[in-house]
Antibody, heavy 121, light 107 residues
C-alpha cells in the first residue's frame, strides 16, 4: 500500500525552528517528485515546496522562500521540511504529497495525513 | 504567479442533482488543471487530472472539461458522500496554486 506519514508538528514560538518529516512506503520513493502543501485552520490549500526525485531541483512559494528548506533522503525513503524564522501565519496542517505523472498529467495522487504546526507565544 | 479563481465559493444541492463548479486561471494553462476533493479532517484526494482525465478509482459521475483559462468540474448525479470541499489546482508552473475552494453541501 502506498503510504505517506508526516511527523514533527508541534507548538513553537515565533522565530523558532522545526523540522517536519515524511516517511514513504509502498512505492519506489527515489523515483518520485515530492511536495509540501499546507492548510491554515479553516482555510484553503497552499502549495509550499517541490523537490525533484533526485533532490537536485527545488522550488518554494514566495511566502516561505529563504526560511524553509526542503530535502530528501532516498536511502531512508524520507522527505523533510526544515522551517526557520517561523511566523504566526505559518500555523497550518502540513501535508507531504507525491507527484504522479509527467508534464501535463502531473498531479498530487498520494497525500499523508498531515502534521499540525502551531506558531504561537 | 497564476491565480486560480473558483465559483461559487459554496453551494447546496440535492441528491441526484447535476452540479458544476467553475475554475478560472489568470493566464493560459492549457490543460494543466487538476481537481481535488477534501472532506473535513482528511487529506485531499485527486479526482481529475489534465483537466478531463478521471483518476483511477473515482466514480464516473465526476467529470472535468475546459482548457486555456476556463475549467469546469461536473458531478452528474450528486450523492450524499459528495459533501466536501473541492479545489482546482494548476500544475503549469510553480507556484502550483490552488483555487480558494468550493464547499458543497447536500440538502
Amino acid at each position: 500500500e502506498v503510504q505517506l506519514v508526516e511527523s514533527g508538528g508541534d507548538l513553537v514560538q515565533p522565530g523558532g525552528s522545526l523540522r517536519l518529516s515524511c516517511a514513504a512506503s509502498g512505492f519506489t520513493f527515489s523515483s518520485y517528485e515530492m511536495n509540501w502543501v499546507r492548510q491554515a485552520p479553516g482555510r484553503g490549500l497552499e502549495w509550499v515546496s517541490y523537490i525533484s526525485s533526485s533532490g537536485t531541483t527545488i522550488y518554494y512559494s514566495d511566502s516561505v522562500k529563504g526560511r524553509f528548506t526542503v530535502s530528501r533522503d532516498n536511502a531512508k525513503n524520507s522527505l523533510y521540511l526544515h522551517m526557520n524564522s517561523l511566523r504566526a501565519e505559518d500555523t497550518a496542517v502540513y501535508y507531504c504529497a507525491r507527484t504522479f505523472g509527467v508534464v501535463i498529467t502531473g498531479r498530487f495522487d498520494c497525500w499523508g495525513q498531515g502534521t499540525l504546526v502551531t506558531v504561537s507565544s | 504567479d497564476i491565480q486560480m479563481t473558483q465559483s461559487p465559493s459554496s453551494l447546496s444541492a440535492s441528491v441526484e442533482d447535476r452540479v458544476t463548479i467553475t475554475c478560472r486561471a489568470s493566464q493560459n494553462i492549457n490543460s494543466y488543471l487538476n481537481w481535488y476533493q477534501q472532506k473535513p479532517g482528511k487529506a485531499p484526494k485527486v479526482l481529475i487530472f489534465a483537466a478531463s482525465t478521471l483518476q483511477r478509482g473515482v466514480p464516473s459521475r465526476f467529470s472535468g472539461s475546459g482548457s486555456g483559462t476556463d475549467f469546469i468540474l461536473t458531478i452528474s448525479s450528486l450523492q450524499p458522500e459528495d459533501s466536501a470541499t473541492y479545489y482546482c489546482q494548476q500544475s503549469h508552473s510553480t507556484p502550483y496554486t490552488f483555487g480558494q475552494g468550493t464547499t458543497l453541501e447536500i440538502k
